[in-house]
């Protein structure tokens, strides 16, 4: 099967995703939140909030945000009044900046962010209502066991919700957002956030993550159940909602 597993942010580097990830996130951690919102125009943001509508109303006692990176996600998930949210990262600087936020908003109390794999979580079975994972599944190093570890967690009757990129199929948004991917955003990431292989890694996994029905089968074949599948922006991003 195909997914981004063997795509890599370091060509020369002889260490594994799952390091190179984690190196890549902490290089660009102190550009990341500019860059994201830079990039998608505020889009993102409008993403998140769909992400919200269509959570809201389920059980939210406890909430996971997986690969929470700067905590975008996990902020904004916090509408829905959660008991507890755990965030959890493989970049320990992109961690620092969200620690920094909960301390700023007060909530120390209501979340916790802490190094993870998401491969190995650190939770035991059906610890969780709500499981979220934004822009992070195509970093998995091993796609189909970091699903089957976010089933895991997930209580049953609980849900999984996936917010990743997926590629426009209809003309002219198909060409430009490919024209956009491959050459404007890595010329203006390696400026801005001083890594050559970020945002030319970006593309790349993107390119190779198996989007729509096809990530919906790898859900399913992890345990999901119910999958539904919204794409956002004419293509450009696709969220999932998947029942345990």
């Given at each position: ?83 507890h949210l755990d965030g959890v990262d493989i970049s ?18 209501r979340m916790t962010f802490t190094v993870g794999d ?127």
């Amino acid at each position: 099967m195909n997914d981004a597993g063997h795509i890599k942010p370091y060509k020369e580097s002889e260490a594994d995703k799952k390091a190179q990830v984690a190196e890549m996130f902490d290089n660009i951690a102190h550009r990341y939140d500019f860059l994201n919102h830079f990039f998608s125009l505020g889009i993102d943001i409008c993403w998140r909030k769909r992400v919200i509508k269509m959570l809201r109303g389920l059980p939210s006692e406890r909430i996971l945000d997986v690969a929470t990176g700067t905590g975008d996600m996990a902020f904004a998930l916090m509408e829905l009044e959660p008991g507890h949210l755990d965030g959890v990262d493989i970049s320990a600087g992109m961690l620092d900046i969200g620690k920094q936020k909960i301390k700023k908003r007060g909530m120390q109390d209501r979340m916790t962010f802490t190094v993870g794999d998401s491969e190995d979580l650190g939770f035991g079975e059906d610890s969780f209502d709500i499981v979220t994972v934004s822009f992070g599944v195509r970093n998995f190093a091993h796609l189909d066991k970091g699903l089957q570890e976010l089933n895991r967690v997930t209580k049953k009757g609980g849900r999984l919700c996936v917010l990743e990129f997926s590629k426009p199929e209809k003309f002219p948004l198909k060409q430009l957002f490919g024209f956009y991917f491959k050459f404007i955003m890595p010329t203006i990431g390696r400026i801005v956030s001083k890594d050559n292989a970020a945002y030319t890694y970006l593309p790349e996994s993107v390119n190779a993550f198996p989007y729509g029905d096809a990530f919906v089968d790898r859900l399913k074949n992890a345990g999901f159940q119910s999958v539904v599948q919204r794409p956002v922006t004419g293509g450009i991003a696709t969220i999932y909602l998947a029942s345990n």
